[in-house]
């Protein structure tokens, strides 16, 4: 009786390890499903302006209308919303800095900032920029 239990555990586990052998394999071979994804299309990005620079410049136009007030604070943030739709971060980033450098400097030494072309386009647009942007988003 000793004998035939082992060859009946013998008939029983071998299949079973080769059916587990044969599954295990089988899972490691299928290969993986992709997912079919739809491209997403970037939304349309109306400026590049970092938001560090936003904050800066909504700061400082609370300032400058009083200090810090739902009004302010709501008008401010949307007149550099204005500003952003009409020039490009580079451009407003330029212009800020010609129009600081330009008022720093006189005579020769602030010329090389003041009168270029390119300065002069740049502080006009700006100054058009934030006198619109002014009227619309202010209430007075």
Do not use: W
Request: hydrophobic residues 35%; aromatic residues 10%.
């Amino acid at each position: 009786m000793d004998s035939i239990l082992p060859m009946k555990t013998k008939y029983i586990t071998y299949p079973l390890g080769i059916f587990l052998s044969a599954l295990l394999i089988s899972c490691s071979t299928t290969p993986e499903k992709t997912i079919e994804q739809t491209p997403v299309e970037a939304p349309n990005v109306v400026n590049d302006y970092p938001t560090r620079d936003r904050v800066e410049y909504v700061l400082n136009c609370v300032a400058q209308h009083g200090g810090l007030t739902y009004i302010n604070q709501y008008a401010c943030g949307c007149k550099i919303d204005k500003i952003a739709e009409k020039l490009t971060f580079t451009e407003f980033e330029s212009a800020k800095t010609f129009t600081y450098l330009s008022k720093g400097q006189t005579g020769d030494a602030g010329a090389v900032f003041r009168d270029p072309a390119q300065s002069k386009d740049l502080r006009t647009r700006l100054k058009e920029a934030e006198a619109s942007a002014e009227k619309s988003c202010f209430i007075k």
